[in-house]
């Protein structure tokens, strides 16, 4: 999802009138999802009642259960699906002690996300200055930075395009420092002041190094008194809840078709989240549109042509396992799917969507967003990108698509401690759910062929863009090159 490449790819759209006779349903759905719906309430109850929901915390079996019984209350037809997450891995306290000659103090931390645990009596390292984790930084630091937690420094987060970056620059550091023999990663938070947030970790459950993220205040001071040359040493104590592989769940609601229901449309969002907020921008907002639009569609009494499936993964944070295992369970019925929708930007307007490098799927989404034009405009990116639910259906050949949204408040509360409900623009959140409800009805009800992709078109797609970088970032590069997730040639 780089810059570069957006901007090359950008194809601009007008929208055009649905087909006659599909556009009185859609504008029926498109009025309801605008009206006064339990979306935002049901919101409130997720974030504040339940609260943040890592997969494998109790709260995540609470959020699915809630999730399920919200479908089958709006008599929708819904089930858990089990699939197999690889590893338990939860925070159950980080506390941290910076000390030197006349220094000592202790600002707040949080585990990155597959940190390893330290001893219970903490691991005591000297803290050295990374700068911001160069090759360069590294060579300066030379021996010092082996056996020493290394402190990364950050640019604040701002919008899409800085996480992108910090997604795109981790990996990179990651590798130095477990190169350079490191006793731990420390990375200044790219939150202000003393801002926490859960990211990033790129190895996933293979790491096996301490890591962390440290206030941004409390960092900036360490690096003051590092860079006018007081030494110091940093007491670690990471307080981990590991396990092995285990089984957790989607919830998975349909809506048969009526003249081809064997034919399905996808649209999805993500229920899990980090815990330091309650996840309401990531994902909470879009999940609980997704589940708006199934019950405004069967409240309506509207008949799709083709299966409607909503689904709220689950897992996503932890590495795409929800739809990652949907995708395996149901190999059978993977030709079948006829796209693929993923919402997880937050409450930004949606712009356009993520085309995965499919120009087919432009004429179609013109037509589908035709109702909705006076909410756009709406410009298509037609690149494959790497980072949510959209990618194992990518990988399989099914046409896929990822909303698009405004940066707007994403990026800074992004899995931070201030990701909360008060963060949702709700207005947005509904105009936003119109959309995604005109893109489903469309592509559940036009005439309309998209081939699968091949293996074959799979690796011309990873050769010829940057799909490989960008599944290194997420860590899903080599199970893919080893022939355990999704299609090889
Ligand atoms: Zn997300």
New binding site residues.
Partial sequence: MRRFAIVLAAVAVVGVSPAKGQSDDVNRLVAAVLGDTPMVRELEELTDHIGGRPTGSPANLRAVDWALARFKAAGVDAKKEGFQMPALWLERSATATVRGQGVSFAPRVAALPFSTATPKAGLTAPLVDAGHGEEADFQRLGAKSKGAFVLVETDELKDLDGLFREYNESAKIESRAIAAGVAGLVYMSSRPSNVLARHNASLGPQNRHPMMMMERDGAARALRLLRNGTALTLTAGLDIQGGPAYESYNVIGEIRGSTKPDEIVLIG??LD?WDLGT?AL??GA?AMMVLDIARQIRRLGLKPVRTIRFALWNG??QGLNGSFGYTLTHAAEMDKHVMASSY??GTGRITGFFTGGRAELLPILDRALGPVQGLGPFTQVNVPIV??DNYDFMMRGVPNLVANQESANYGPNYHARSDEFDKADLRQLRLNAAIAAAVTWGFATMNLAVPHQTAQQIDSLVKNTDLADQMKAFNVYDAWATGKRGLRP
Avoid: K, P
């Fill in positions: 969002a993500h989240s996840g990531d994902n879009n996503e944070e997880d930007i980072g949510t």
